[in-house]
């Protein structure tokens, strides 16, 4: 009878202490990773005028187009099959062309070796 008592009283401890933890990801970085698509707030994945400089150049796709990237200041412009078009935002590599819904996927940021287009049908 005393070992059930010291377990119970061991693990109503346990759990009062685990209550009183700081949680392991901070509540800011868990929102940032909960915003998709375009419910992004606009200063959640915002580009600096550095970043998108790196970040031109031309790509060569898996179907054998390639996609041309300009800049201009902290906006980033897709040159595909003849079209350019500004580029949103909308996750921490991924962009949507504001008139097609064009996606576009960098493998990193801003020193990308690869871009994955997805092009959306409207």
Same mark, same amino acid.
């Given at each position: 009878?005393?070992? /059930?008592?010291? =377990?119970?009283?061991? &693990?109503?401890?346990? =759990?009062?202490? /685990?209550?009183l933890a700081e949680p392991s990801v901070a509540p800011s970085a868990l929102a940032?990773?909960?915003?998709?698509?375009? +419910?992004?707030?606009?200063?959640?994945?915002?580009?600096?005028? !550095?970043?998108?400089?790196?970040?031109? &150049?031309?790509? =060569?796709?898996? !179907?054998?187009?390639t996609v041309t990237v300009t800049s201009e200041g902290?906006?980033?412009?897709?040159?595909?099959?003849?079209? @350019? %078009? %500004? =580029?949103? @935002?909308?996750?921490?590599?991924?962009?949507?062309?504001?008139?097609? &819904?064009? &996606?576009?996927?960098?493998?990193?940021?801003?020193?990308?070796? %690869?871009?994955?287009? +997805?092009?959306?049908? @409207?």
């Amino acid at each position: 009878m005393r070992i /059930s008592a010291f =377990l119970a009283f061991a &693990g109503a401890a346990t =759990l009062s202490l /685990s209550a009183l933890a700081e949680p392991s990801v901070a509540p800011s970085a868990l929102a940032v990773h909960a915003v998709s698509g375009l +419910n992004a707030t606009p200063s959640a994945y915002r580009l600096s005028p !550095d970043d998108a400089r790196h970040m031109r &150049g031309q790509y =060569l796709l898996a !179907d054998g187009r390639t996609v041309t990237v300009t800049s201009e200041g902290s906006k980033l412009f897709a040159d595909l099959d003849g079209k @350019r %078009e %500004e =580029l949103v @935002r909308v996750g921490w590599s991924k962009f949507v062309a504001r008139d097609t &819904g064009t &996606g576009l996927a960098f493998d990193r940021l801003p020193y990308a070796d %690869e871009v994955v287009v +997805n092009q959306a049908a @409207r």
